[in-house]
T-cell receptor, first 115, second 114 residues
Framework: KAGVTQTPRYLIKTRGQQVTLSCSPISGHRSVSWYQQTPGQGLQFLFE???????NKGNFPGRFSGRQFSNSRSEMNVSTLELGDSALYLC??????????????FGEGSRLTVL | AQSVTQLDSQVPVFEEAPVELRCNYS??????LFWYVQYPNQGLQLLLKYLSGSTLVKGINGFEAEFNKSQTSFHLRKPSVHISDTAEYFCAVRGGGSNYKLTFGKGTLLTVNP
């Protein structure tokens, strides 16, 4: 069974540009969450999607947005990039069912560097 | 709201020594608790989880953790570590109900020296 796939793995952008990151969840998983990982702040929750609907959102500015498609693939977008957006962006999927235990399966991440 | 405190940012140990990585949480509701491991340039992998039942939870790679409700702790232990256990370890908590968001601690870097 294929794991969570994130693309691209590495990318470099300049301030003011925008970026789109993609995440393909494990087959059959309907929930996708996004996290930002930085050395200073650790892992911070961005948002979670289930069945194309955003269910939870973290404390990030509106420059950070996401969406989920009918095949459960998800994208996140960051507009007007700032230096502080440099981070590892991790996507995680989970199998939703009644009594979901919240176990997340993570991809290897997309490492964004903003110059 | 939940929060997680990992008391040590770095833990150096020698190979074959025992190790304990400490985690304390706060939550106003019953919780689910997790330990994840992250190897360099990789995503996070689940080590073990506490959902309910026995307070001693066994995970992969010989790790175990004990849930202590009175002390709001969920410390991770391994009786004998290997060089390959060198990685960053994250404790995480999820509250009950329909909020599936995980709140992570800042992580503990375990370095196993020969």
């Amino acid at each position: 069974k294929a794991g969570v796939t994130q693309t691209p793995r590495y990318l470099i952008k300049t301030r003011g540009q925008q970026v789109t990151l993609s995440c393909s969840p494990i087959s059959g998983h309907r929930s996708v969450s996004w996290y930002q990982q930085t050395p200073g702040q650790g892992l911070q929750f961005l948002f979670e999607y289930f069945s194309e609907t955003q269910r939870n959102k973290g404390n990030f500015p509106g420059r950070f947005s996401g969406r989920q498609f009918s095949n459960s693939r998800s994208e996140m977008n960051v507009s007007t990039l700032e230096l502080g957006d440099s981070a590892l962006y991790l996507c995680a999927s989970s199998l939703f069912a009644g009594g979901n235990t919240g176990e997340l399966f993570f991809g290897e991440g997309s490492r964004l560097t903003v110059l | 709201a939940q929060s997680v405190t990992q008391l040590d940012s770095q833990v150096p140990v020698f190979e074959e020594a025992p190790v304990e990585l400490r985690c304390n949480y706060s939550s106003s509701v019953s919780v689910y608790l997790f330990w994840y491991v992250q190897y360099p340039n990789q995503g996070l992998q689940l080590l073990l989880k506490y959902l309910s039942g026995s307070t001693l939870v066994k995970g992969i790679n010989g790790f175990e953790a004990e849930f202590n409700k009175s002390q709001t702790s969920f410390h991770l232990r391994k009786p004998s570590v290997h060089i390959s256990d060198t990685a960053e370890y994250f404790c995480a908590v999820r509250g009950g109900g329909s909020n599936y968001k995980l709140t992570f601690g800042k992580g503990t870097l375990l370095t196993v020296n020969p």
